[in-house]
Structures are given as structure tokens and as C-alpha cells.
């Protein structure tokens, strides 16, 4: 299912990148680990069922006064560890604005299950929605308030990516729970009827292209000589041979599996396309494009040529510590269970996808709807509503938002879907030339490009504005 | 349940008091009958279900060019027919804007039942949600919108006090769907520490004091004669004859069904009192509490003096045209199922009801939320959330709604819980001191108020303006 691959990059790309901790110099990163009762069901009462959402907290730099924001993180899909360690952006400025800091687990995701252990069982996965996330954290902030003599503190809520999704629609369904949000990389305008399908893969072939046009046409000439080449068992040898496969290729499904690996590996490094060497399943160095492009930027390449010099290109992705014995192509991501997100791709979050080999560097596929709501059925035995996420949050015609910061870094293939105009007078579109997906976030670094620095700059300044009108306009 | 039997008389102040429709000279109102499918449960996936929603549709004035809009009541507690007849305006003005008129009926009641004949059922009743209500508000739009070719247009809803707060919160959670709303009478402040307890019953009070100051005090006098003089066994049997009741007092229990169905009167007299004979179980005259007070406006009376008087006043409301042969005390709404509003009052809409015997003409009763959840489980097996209706629609803190008109009569107790000043400078306070609950939505009649014809006049050129920007910001 090509589309649930390119989602599946979507949810890793989001959570594995971010497994190992920058090192940064606001190290460590200090919590405490609490958890809050919420309904399973915010929206009916047939049950009056609560699970344990799982957060952290650290209240060092808090004062209990009354323009004392609470900093909110909307967790997303994965363990909130993740998102704790790699938003250095929240833990930086919080002393400045003597913020309370709060990392909330998204449900069924880490250790906040509404079911325990059998919440991935099929029939208990029907309350992993966005409406019932969104929720969770307006009740917990409620509750975060209550603690407080004060109990009307602004609350400035981040994320990126999906969490940065769940940041503006907090922002835009609970407006008197949440002053603003800086949703950073959120591609909420990644659905049906919003952007095209074809959207994604084009600019994700823009971020190899600036490196070298022929880089990305190395790319899209690729797959035509990996589909000769195993069209005989003499040539699906030889690649096997060349490019050290862990498992030799023995059938055509073993080719479409390198295929769908080669796709992934192009997305994931677009979005951690930073400036200086990150961890993300293997550690790759600083603008991994850039240094995955060095061998496909000289010249246009084909046959076994072409083949060889891709396997160096990849070779970055899977062996850049030169330590890997063989290339293990059976997935990007063996360690990650992804039942929760292929639900939520399932049910609510359904992105169209789609390349046509022209203006992309990809093989042509089609985004069939239908097809996608039939494997969706045999899989969860769920409906698809590819409308949801329109209806709830207004899709494009949200005119009436306020106080959204909604950045996109021009290198990271989800600002295809993401908001890159103002749409009100102050929920605006901060657009970051030289950023990948949600660098803005992380830690400060010396290497950071100076766009990311007055993109931050201008964070603080609007969540300083944003708090000095709270108590104004909240009566 | 005190509670409740001031919530039931809200429920049914809504619904019954529209049950015989106006002579207005727009009569007859001309409708197709439709139902739209539906999800159960709109926020989870856990199930499929569907159930038929009913809705009422006439477009004989509708044009389907881009400014033509959609005119939809979001009904209410009750069968729909009682609000399609019964909201004049919208059918008065239609032609004017050649709008598509839509009433949808509230699920739960009249036909539009989830589980069939099973929706009472206690396990069945908990997709009874104003969430969910929204939602399918949200889709039959949308609906709505695809069978037109033009499917952008600006869409204006309606509603009257429970369906005012709905067509207010329609606009806060949907602006993408809604264009504006017209919520008339609608107490969304009348929750949880939004307003006192005992705002009901002061508002109540006015509405008889205005008359005459001894018609309230006459009225918070007769409490004590009741019960002075139905401490004995000979007193009961002089009332019951005094007062002709159908079945005499025997216990104490029987007191409190006379003093309770007297409460539910008064409520109800100051929520029709207008202008002109409407019909309300039994007919009442024109301002119905003007015609009640005369017995009582001259001086303050005693003992069986009082009671006399009362009791003369009482006829207006239950034997108006002087065809009763006795006096039912036993229930005002005998023929009303309230199962549904009393659940909904025992789940989300909590609204503090108390009175003091100083500021208003009752008797002392104060408003106890333990004692209430614990009636209200033991009745339903639901834990009533006194707070979601805040966090869900954010209590006093609107300031960021826009296009809202909030209409309110001073006659009117719910206005108590109502929104009396201008919350942004598009959600706007219309305060109309001649008008009981919801006036401003029947047809037009020559007896209306001046204040009552400025404030549709108002709405009518507030309705053109959002249309006229409806597709400027619509992209």
C-alpha cells in the first residue's frame, strides 16, 4: 500500500528522527513524569471510562502569576520522550518567560493506553481520533490551571508536525483554553480537496534538485534501471551482489520492497535535511541531500553505472558510520509498530499521495480513494471519512483563526500541505527558506541557519505579545 | 428534583409553548419532508452505525447563485414541525434573500431516533450530545451544499434557546460551515460559575414586579400561607376545595406537587408573555402575566384572602377560556416525555438553578451539585460534567466569535444566562426590553413591540452584510 508507506515516513519521519537527543547545550532535559485520568469518550456518555494520560512537567522556572504562560506541548504519534528531548526551542525560552513546561502523551501512543494492553486489539481502537487528543489536553490544562492560585495563566501550545496539527486546531477549536500556538511543519492542509495529491513528492524532489538537477534525475532514471535489471534472475543477482542486499532479491515483491524502501529513505532525509549531523535510525551527517547527492551530481547516469552510484548515494542512509555489514532493505523501520498511526491514516488523517515521474523524480502511482478505503476495511475494519478533518477544522476557509504561528521550512516536502499565507491578521505563515521539518523546534545550534534564528526570534516576540493581551481580551 | 423541574420547564418552555401555530399571515408553512444518514457517533471509530435524521426543506425561494444562502434552524429540544411553524421570521424573510429554508430536527427527538424505538433506553442515550448534535449539523450542510452546483453557500443559522445556543456554538466550533447565527434567547452563560444560581428566578421575579410590585410579593407571601394553612387536615381539604383540584391534598408530597406545578407557571407565564393570545397547552390571553397579576396588583394580601386571589390568577393559565372543570396541579406537561432534556440536564447541560426569597418570590432552595449528580445517577446511571460545556464552547471567554447576533428579551428569565453585551465587535448583544423568550423569531404580528420590529429589521441588514463578505473570506 504506497500511500500508507509514504504515511508510515510521515509518522516515523516524525517520531524515529527525534529518537536520540540533540546535544544541545540546554542538556538535560529534567521532568517530572505524572499522569492525569481523562474519559476515553469526551463526546458521549454511554461510558464513563478513564484512562492514564501520561505527561511531564517541570515547573522550575514557574511563577505563579498571573502572565506566567503554561508552555504546552500537543504530543504526537510516539512516546512524549521523544518530544521532551528534541523541542529544545520550549525548554530555552521558558526561563525568560518563567513558563511552566509541559509535554502531554498523545493517546495510544508511549505509555497513555485507554485499553492497557489490549488497546491495539481492533474493537478498542475507535477512540484514537483527533477530537477525542484534543480533549485530553483541554482537560488537563484545566486541571494544570486549577493547581494554580491563579487558575487564568496563558497557555501557548507547540508541535510540529501532526503535534503542530494539534496545535493550530487547538488554538481554533478551544480559544478560550489556548492564547496561541506555534505549529511548526503542520501540514494541515494535507487532505482531500485541499492539496493535490502529486503535491508532496514534488517538493520533496525540489529538496534533491537544488542540490543537482541531476541528482534528482539520477533518481527518477533509477527506477527504470532497477525494473530492468530485475527483470532477470541473472540481474537481480548482480544487484544483490552490488549493493550488499542482507537478503538477496529472489522475486519481483522483493524488488518493490527495495523500491518502497528507496522511497522512504528519500522522504526521511529531506525531512531531517539539518545542518548539522542528527541521529535518525542511523546517524547522518549535516545536510544528508547534500552529501547523499555527491555522487549522483556530476552527470546523468544509467545502467550499472547509474545503479552503483546510487548504492553510494543510499550508503549515507544505512552505513554512514561505515559499520553496517550488508544493506537491510525490508524496512527503514523494523523496530516501530505502526498500528496506531496506519489507524489514524485510516480513519481521519487521510493524505492523498500520488507521483507522476514528470514533475516528481518518482515512478508514476495514482491516489485511488477507493482502493485506499477497501485495504483501509480489510485492515482495521474501519471507515475511511476523508472529509473529517474538514469538517471539524474548516480546511482551507479558516479566516477566523487568530494567534497561530504556522511555519514551513522550504526543504521539508510536508510544507506542500502546509499553511504558507497569512490567513488572518494574526495567524500567520513564518516561511523558512533553509529548514527541514520543524528545525525550528530543537534546540538552539551554532550551525543553525540564520533564517531559523529570526524565525525563533520572532516566536518570542509574538508569544510575548500574545501573553501581554490574554488577560485583555479574557474579560 | 427542584433542579430538574426548572430545567423541564425550560425544556418545555421551548417546546410546547410552539405547539399550535401562529396566525401569522404566512401561514400555511410549506415543507418536504427529508431524512439525511447520519453517524451515531461522529468522534470516535468504533462503530459504523448510521440512524435517519429528519429534516424539513423548502426552496421554492432558492436560487442557486453563489450569494443565495442557506437559512437553517438548529432545532431543538422537540419534534421539528413545532419550530418549522413557529419561526415566521425565517420564512418571511426567505423570499427577500431567495434562501433555501431548512429545518433539522434535534437527534433524539420527534422522529430522529439513533437506536429506534430503543433510544430511551439507558445505555442507548449516550450519543445525546450537543457535540454530536453539531456534527450533524455540520454534515447535512455539507450535504446540503453538494446538491447545489454553486456548493459554496453562505449558510445562516437559527435557533431559540436551547436551538440559539446551538446556532451560537454552530459558529464558534464550525465557521467554516456557518456564515453567521441569529441565537435568540439562548443562556450559554447559564452554566457553572458563569452565572448565580439564583439569576433565574431574580429575572423571573422582575418580570411579575414590573406589573406591580404586590403582584411578587403577593406571590412569595402565598408559600407560606400553602403551607400555613395545609399544616392541618381541615386546611388541605378547604384548599382543595377552595382552589376546585382535580385530586384533593392528602400528604405533604401533594403540597409540593401543587407548590411545584405553581413554580413551573410562573416560569412559564413570563416565557410567553407577549403581546399578543398564544397557545400553550391551554390558550392564554396577551401578555399573560399582565391578565395573571391583576387579582394581585392592588395590595398585599393574607392567608386565605391571598389564596383566593391567587387562585384567580392561577385560572388564566389553566382555565383561560373557562372550560376546566377542576384544577390539574399534578403535572403541567402531563403529556410530555421529558426522558430526553432531563437527560441531557443530568449530562452536559447543567444549569445551577436556586432562589433566596429575598431577591425573588420564591422559596428559599439552594443549588447543591452533589445532591443533583447523585439524582441524577441514580436516575440515568450518567455522571453529569458541569464543566464540558465551557471547555467545549469556552464559557465567558468568546471574545474571538464573530458573526453573532445574541438576542435577548428583558421579559425573559432566560436572559439571565444570556449574553447582554457585545462579546467582539461582530458577536454582538441585541437587548430587547419588550420581549419574552424568543419573540423575535415567530412571524410578525401587529401587536409586536416597535423594539421587537427595529431588532429583526437589524438582523435582516446584519444578514446581508455577512453574505456580502461571505465569499471574500471564503478565499
Not at 514551513?408 to 510544507?415: E, K, V
Request: hydrophobic share 40%; glycine share 6%; charged share 15%.
Amino acid at each position: 500500500m504506497a500511500k500508507a508507506k509514504n504515511l508510515l515516513a510521515f509518522a516515523t519521519g516524525l517520531t524515529l528522527l527525534l529518537l536520540v537527543p540533540s546535544s544541545s547545550p540546554a542538556d538535560p532535559y529534567v521532568y517530572k513524569t505524572l499522569y492525569f485520568d481523562t474519559l476515553v469518550d469526551h463526546f458521549s456518555f454511554s461510558s464513563n471510562a478513564t484512562f492514564k494520560l501520561r505527561y511531564f512537567i517541570n515547573d522550575t522556572y514557574w511563577s505563579q502569576k498571573p502572565n506566567s504562560p503554561i508552555f504546552f506541548y500537543t504530543g504526537n504519534e510516539g512516546p512524549i520522550e521523544t518530544f521532551a528531548v528534541n523541542t529544545g526551542f520550549m525548554w530555552e525560552i521558558a526561563p525568560d518567560f518563567k513558563a511552566l513546561i509541559v509535554f502531554a502523551e498523545h493517546r495510544y501512543y508511549g505509555k497513555s493506553m485507554p485499553f492497557g494492553d489490549k488497546s491495539k486489539e481492533a474493537g478498542n481502537l475507535g477512540y484514537l481520533s483527533s477530537s477525542q487528543v484534543l480533549m485530553d489536553y483541554v482537560e488537563l490544562i484545566a486541571y494544570l490551571q486549577s493547581t494554580s492560585s491563579h487558575s487564568n495563566h496563558p497557555v501557548i501550545v507547540f508541535g510540529g508536525s501532526y503535534g503542530g496539527m494539534l496545535s493550530a486546531w487547538m488554538r481554533i477549536k478551544y480559544p478560550a483554553t489556548v492564547t496561541g500556538a506555534i505549529a511548526s511543519s503542520a501540514p494541515i492542509w494535507y487532505f482531500t480537496g485541499m492539496t493535490p495529491c502529486e503535491a508532496f513528492n514534488r517538493v520533496l524532489t525540489n529538496a534533491f534538485k537544488i542540490e543537482s538537477p541531476h541528482c534528482s534525475n539520477n533518481i527518477r532514471r533509477s527506477w527504470d534501471a532497477i525494473n530492468d535489471i530485475t527483470n532477470t534472475d541473472d540481474g537481480k543477482a548482480w544487484l544483490s551482489s552490488a549493493w550488499k542486499l542482507c537478503s538477496p532479491l529472489k522475486k519481483s515483491d522483493d524488488v518493490n520492497k527495495l523500491k518502497d524502501y528507496l522511497n522512504e529513505v528519500y522522504a526521511n532525509l529531506a525531512e531531517v535535511n539539518y545542518p548539522y549531523p542528527s541521529n535518525f535510525l542511523a546517524p547522518l551527517p549535516g545536510y544528508p541531500v547534500k552529501v547523499f547527492c555527491k555522487s549522483l551530481k556530476k552527470e546523468e547516469l544509467e545502467g550499472k553505472k547509474l545503479l552503483g552510484a546510487l548504492f553510494n548515494a543510499v550508503s549515507v542512509y544505512f552505513n554512514y558510520t561505515g559499520t553496517a555489514h550488508c544493506f537491510n532493505y525490508s524496512s527503514a523501520f523494523t523496530t516501530i509498530d505502526d498500528t496506531m498511526w496506519n489507524y489514524q491514516a485510516c480513519s481521519e488523517m487521510i493524505m492523498p499521495m500520488c507521483s507522476d515521474g514528470k514533475t516528481d523524480m518518482f515512478e508514476p502511482r495514482k491516489w485511488n480513494l477507493t482502493d485506499y478505503a477497501i485495504s483501509c476495511y480489510q485492515g482495521y475494519k474501519v471507515n475511511i471519512q476523508p472529509n473529517l478533518v474538514k469538517y471539524l477544522y474548516g480546511g482551507k476557509h479558516i479566516s477566523t483563526a487568530s494567534n497561530i504561528i504556522f511555519s514551513n521550512g522550504l526543504l521539508d516536502p510536508w510544507s506542500s500541505g502546509g499553511v504558507l499565507r497569512n490567513v488572518s491578521e494574526t495567524a500567520v505563515a513564518v516561511i523558512i527558506p533553509d529548514s527541514a521539518h520543524h528545525l525550528d523546534l530543537r534546540a538552539s545550534n551554532p550551525m543553525d541557519p540564520v533564517d531559523v534564528i529570526n524565525a525563533r526570534n520572532f516566536y518570542r516576540y509574538t508569544i510575548h505579545h500574545w501573553i501581554s493581551q490574554h488577560h485583555r481580551l479574557h474579560l
